[in-house]
Every structure is written in C-alpha cells, then in structure tokens.
C-alpha cells in the first residue's frame, strides 16, 4: 500500500479535483491530508469523504506548518509500505503509481519521480532536475513539448516532491524532510542527501500527471533563505559529481541517439 500524503492550505478546488483523480486512477492506497490552517472549509470537505467512507486521515494544524513539516506529521501516521509527498495542485492519470512502485525493483533506487505536464497539454514540468554549472538546480525541458528525451525512464540527478515516491521506513529513518527549509528546497535537499549515501534517483516517465505548479499562497515567501542554505550546504558536492545541466543532458541525448541507430 501506498501512503498519500497531501498538504493543503486552502485552494479547496484544487483540493477537489486532485482527490477524485486519485479516486478514479489509484488502488492500494491511503491518503493523509495536513490541513495547514485552512479557511475555505478544506477540512469540512475532507470530513465529509471520511463520512462516506473514503480511506483517508485528516490532520488539523492551527497554523500554516508549512510544506516540510506538514508532510513529516504524514509520515508520523502512514501506514502503508511507500509514502508520497502529493501537491494538491496535481491531477492523476490513468496507470500513474504502478510504474513509480515496479522502480523500486532495482534496491539502489531510494526516491522516484514522475512526468509532469502542464494542464491539458503536453508541455514538460517536470521530467527530472538537473543541475546548472552554478549549481542551481534545472528542470529538464521545461515547457517544451514532450520528446523521446522526457519520454525516457532514467536516473536523475534529483525529481521534485510535488509527486515523489520513497518506501516509509527508509524515510523514517532519515528523519523526513528537513524542516529548515520553509516551502521549497526541501525536496532537492533530499534527493542530494539520498544520494550521499549511495542511492539512486529514478525518473519514472511511464507514470504521468498534470501539475498546475506553484498555486499555493505565500509559496515563494521564504525562497532566498532557501536558496542561501541549500547553496551552503551542497554545492561543494555538485561540483564534485559533476551534474552541470550542459554535460548530463548532452550524454542523455548520445544516449537515445545511439538507441535510434
């Protein structure tokens, strides 16, 4: 089973589409929803699921805890073998977990991440982050159509937790997501310490979603000190493993071009 874990500070509509998409798309699942101080009856509408019977935990918070804590009270009451970080801005296709979960097949794999699209399109959003020779971290493709390069599974420098699948002991065992980040950085952060200790980042393109991406009030409030503290704490370790934007992409598309031949 899978632990879906999303995070809401208002935008009930959102909210709305992105449970029914996983009521019609998903099986063997729970889904925890942190309400982080809603105003806009979240909470009402998610007991009213609960009333009808849906599998889900609500967990009330006075405060907007923010991104990273929120999801750590999640994974305090997940019950099922994998947990998944869920933005509520997200929309599930058809078939989208079951590719993410087979990923885990390989034991060096520790996080996986799906292709995201922009809404009714086949727009890139996501399809794996790379890194810039500064350093900073670079989704792949963005906003360019979908090609043989998104549409190919891959392990990546890091994915984004808008939708990120991790087995929930091993997550546990990390401690979670770092709560010094405050809505934003805290993904990257993970995938960068997962991989300090010798495991693998997994883009999973057969699993697909649409992602309206950044909707939630006071997102980007905190984004220089995330910055700051992400650029002090890792990028000595990006300079060392090499993963400029330029030199990974470039062996990606040698890569599918000697596929082709």
């Not at 159509?145 to 546990?172: G, H, W, Y």
């Not at 699993?207 to 700051?228: A, C, F, I, K």
């Not at 890792?234 to 990974?248: A, M, P």
């Amino acid at each position: 089973m899978t632990s879906i874990s999303i995070a809401c500070f208002n935008n009930l509509g959102f909210t709305k589409q992105c449970l029914e998409s996983i009521f019609r798309n998903t099986e063997n699942y729970e889904i925890i929803i942190i309400d982080n101080a809603s105003t806009d009856g979240t909470s009402e509408y998610i007991k009213s699921l609960m009333d009808q019977g849906k599998s889900i935990t609500l967990i009330q918070n006075s405060e907007n805890a923010g991104f990273a804590y929120a999801h750590n009270q999640g994974l305090k009451e997940a019950k099922g073998e994998y947990f998944l970080p869920l933005n509520n801005d997200i929309i599930c296709l058809k078939n989208w977990l079951p590719p993410m979960v087979e990923a885990f097949q390989d034991p060096k794999v520790a996080i996986v991440g799906s292709k995201l699209l922009m809404p009714g399109s086949k727009k890139i959003q996501h399809a794996g982050v790379f890194f810039l020779e500064n350093c900073l971290p670079y989704h792949i493709n963005l906003g360019q159509e979908d090609n043989e390069i998104t549409s190919t599974s891959q392990i990546v420098p890091a994915v984004t937790a808008a939708c990120m699948l991790i087995k929930t002991d091993f997550f546990r065992e990390i401690g979670g997501f770092d709560e010094a980040y405050k809505n934003g950085w805290e993904d990257i952060d993970l995938d960068l310490k997962v991989r300090k200790m010798g495991y693998l980042i997994f883009y999973q393109a057969k699993s697909v979603l649409y992602h309206y991406e950044g909707q939630t009030q006071g997102r980007l409030d905190h984004d220089n000190e995330n910055r700051q503290l992400f650029m002090k704490r890792w990028t000595e370790d990006i300079k060392e493993w090499g993963n400029s934007d330029y030199t990974q992409y470039q062996k990606i598309k040698e890569k599918i071009k000697k596929q082709n031949e």
